[in-house]
């Protein structure tokens, strides 16, 4: 399956990180060059890797610090291509946000945690919508803005490490080279990393 959103969001996360010191993105075969150093990124609700502890793969991360054993989670993105309804929204919030570690093997196996300010960043393919005929979109916003407040407000999710979050919704175009989405999650991913 050729995931088309998914490569050129890959794109806009290297170049987010791209000259930034001890920055490193990882990515999911989806969002760059299958069996090219890309690889799936599973979180885990403990240090112990295993089908037990492991609650989700995500699309890609931004790690930040300058050795391996210094590494944080500083973003994660996770990109929907086709179930873009409320609870699968909600789903990857929630599982992203009570994992602890990534454990990964271009990474030693080594357990990487939050950082104490990390951003979850959702992006929701519109391709298949009748844009100005869908509710989906103020729906989303909606969600965005719950999201948000539950960050903010709710003792389970201000206990975790997920302290920033934006929803952003496009196709291919909109994140392509020229679109005003690329424009828009380039500089998110950025300031997300810096704060």
């Known amino acids: 399956m050729e995931h088309r959103l998914h490569q050129v969001i890959g794109d806009i996360v290297q170049e987010a990180a791209k000259g930034l010191s001890g920055v490193r993105p990882l990515l999911d075969p989806a969002c760059g060059v299958p069996k090219a150093g890309h690889h799936n990124l599973p979180l885990f609700l403990s240090e112990e890797p295993s089908n037990a502890t492991e609650i989700c793969n995500v699309d890609a991360v931004i790690l930040v610090g300058n050795r391996v054993e210094d590494y944080r989670i500083k973003v994660v993105v996770e990109i929907e291509e086709a179930d873009v309804g409320?609870?699968?929204?909600?789903?990857?919030?929630?599982?992203?946000?009570?994992?602890?570690?990534?454990?990964?093997?271009?990474?030693?196996?080594?357990?990487?945690?939050?950082?104490?300010?990390?951003?979850?960043?959702?992006?929701?393919?519109?391709?298949?919508?009748?844009?100005?005929?869908?509710?989906?979109?103020?729906?989303?916003?909606?969600?965005?803005?719950?999201?948000?407040?539950?960050?903010?407000?709710?003792?389970?999710?201000?206990?975790?490490?997920?302290?920033?979050?934006?929803?952003?919704?496009?196709?291919?175009?909109?994140?392509?080279?020229?679109?005003?989405?690329?424009?828009?999650?380039?500089?998110?991913?950025?300031?997300a990393v810096e704060r």
Request: charged residues 30%; positive net charge.
């Open 86 to 191: 409320p609870t699968k929204i909600c789903g990857k919030f929630l599982t992203t946000t009570l994992a602890k570690y990534l454990i990964h093997e271009k990474l030693g196996d080594r357990p990487v945690p939050f950082d104490a300010a990390a951003t979850f960043v959702q992006v929701l393919d519109t391709s298949g919508l009748k844009l100005g005929r869908s509710a989906k979109p103020r729906q989303w916003k909606n969600i965005e803005d719950a999201i948000k407040a539950a960050i903010r407000d709710t003792p389970l999710v201000k206990a975790t490490g997920v302290t920033g979050y934006m929803l952003v919704h496009g196709n291919k175009d909109d994140f392509g080279r020229n679109g005003a989405k690329r424009r828009e999650l380039m500089e998110f991913l950025r300031q």
